[in-house]
């Protein structure tokens, strides 16, 4: 893997690890540890074409609030979603206010109160409309415009081949696949075969995503299908390290060691921080039970402790509470330490 390098227009990027955008999840706070444990691109969560031109600007501006991001992430790419070519239009202009370096359109969203809407998944069961969405688009914007997509609506109607090419003539410069159609969610196997298929079918560089949850899984990626970059998502949410370890298996061939305690706590610490920074004490409180899970995963004692980490209501027991975990082992049961006592050491 020595000397890959993904090119989005001018951005430029090696190997090409990218992390997905996901609601709730890919909030500035995780976009930065990612960065800084070896992501070359991150996305933003999702943003509603519809809910951001609705936005009182005058009000608490939660929906234009997703747009916004530290020069430290960079490149970065804003995703953006809707049904309608018109309302895409206007929220590309905005969105372009804020410089990222890409424009996302998400045309891989499953679940129903998105896909049946016509947005996300949708629009692959209507290929004109996704067509006047992706035109207006790309012309309103003098930023570089990705798509990221599914194989298709369901098994029967697999079009990607043919919506590549269309993507590629309408001016965008990257795809991302999700290996699974709409129909499958998250379920199934994935079909990575369709990536080469496509890489032949188009110029542009093609993103792999979709069960990539190891950094042996990514070298996988890239060794079978000629991918130019995997966008990871839900594996970075279990194991946000995968980026460094993707990073050092590429490089070396080796695989580091899993992230002892005292590193794992002070990623936490260091998350809380920033998401406390971003969206004060009660944000960070109540967007860190989401990550809990991938700090402590696979650890012993490691459901108890997340119990006990999300029914802190104040912050500065919580920090006295994790520094204590640091020098701690995770070892004594529940009943021996009651509520919020400092970890014990075994």
Request: with cysteine; glycine share 10%; proline share 5%.
């Amino acid at each position: 893997m020595d000397g890959h390098v993904l090119k989005i227009g001018p951005v430029e990027v090696s190997p090409g690890l990218l992390l997905a955008p996901m609601e709730d999840v890919s909030e500035l706070p995780f976009r930065v540890i990612c960065r800084r444990l070896g992501a070359d691109l991150v996305y933003t969560e999702f943003v509603n074409a519809e809910g951001l031109l609705r936005e009182d600007p005058n009000g608490p501006q939660r929906t234009r609030g997703k747009l916004r991001f530290l020069e430290e992430e960079r490149p970065v790419g804003i995703q953006l979603y809707g049904a309608s070519e018109l309302s895409m239009e206007k929220a590309t202009r905005i969105a372009t206010e804020e410089r990222p370096d890409l424009i996302d359109i998400n045309c891989g969203c499953w679940v129903k109160n998105v896909a049946l809407r016509g947005a996300g998944a949708g629009l692959l069961r209507d290929l004109a409309q996704l067509r006047q969405v992706v035109e207006r688009v790309v012309g309103c914007t003098d930023l570089p415009v990705t798509v990221k997509t599914r194989l298709g609506w369901d098994a029967e109607s697999i079009r990607i081949v043919e919506v590549a090419r269309m993507l590629e003539d309408l001016g965008v410069q990257g795809l991302t696949i999700h290996c699974r159609t709409r129909s499958q969610g998250h379920k199934g196997e994935v079909d990575y075969a369709w990536i080469p298929r496509v890489k032949e079918a188009v110029s542009m560089p093609v993103v792999l995503n979709g069960d990539v949850v190891s950094a042996e899984g990514v070298e996988n990626a890239f060794a079978t299908t000629g991918c130019d970059g995997v966008m990871i998502g839900r594996g970075a949410i279990r194991h946000p390290w995968i980026f460094r370890e993707a990073r050092h298996f590429l490089e070396s061939g080796e695989s580091l060691p899993e992230p002892t305690l005292r590193e794992r706590v002070d990623l936490c610490m260091e998350h809380l921080e920033l998401a406390v920074e971003h969206g004060g004490e009660r944000y960070g409180l109540v967007s860190m039970r989401r990550h809990y899970a991938g700090y402590f995963r696979g650890m012993r004692g490691a459901a108890q402790l997340r119990a006990e980490l999300n029914g802190f209501r104040q912050l500065e027991p919580l920090r006295e509470w994790l520094l204590a975990l640091g020098d701690a082992e995770l070892t004594p049961p529940a009943e021996e330490r009651g509520t919020h006592s400092s970890p014990a050491v075994a």
